[in-house]
């Protein structure tokens, strides 16, 4: 059960904009409908890049959270702020 602090949408992990260096296709493919660091075990798709919104990057710690499991893959992720912060 996710934790009170998380919505359902939070059990989708949160999608990167795009790859950085991407070695595989632009949009992998899914059944699901959305992208799961497990689809990709040897992370070929290159460095997931995330463009998170102003509401988003308001509570950076969470963003971070949820975006832990794509850094936990590829052992690093780009984060580009919004341009009003």
């Given at each position: 059960m996710?934790?009170?602090?998380f919505s359902t949408l939070d059990t989708?992990?949160?999608?990167?904009?795009?790859?950085?260096?991407q070695a595989g296709p632009s949009t992998?493919?899914?059944e699901k409908g959305y992208l799961?660091?497990?689809?990709?075990p040897s992370t070929t798709h290159g460095i997931p890049v995330f463009k998170p919104s102003m509401?988003?990057?308001?509570d950076f710690e969470r963003?971070?959270?949820?975006?832990e499991v794509w850094g936990s893959r590829s052992g690093i992720v780009k984060i580009v702020p919004p341009r009003e912060w």
């Open positions: 996710a934790s009170p602090r989708i992990p949160v999608q990167p904009d795009h790859f950085y260096g992998p493919a899914s799961d660091p497990q689809d990709d509401e988003e990057f308001a963003y971070m959270e949820r975006v």
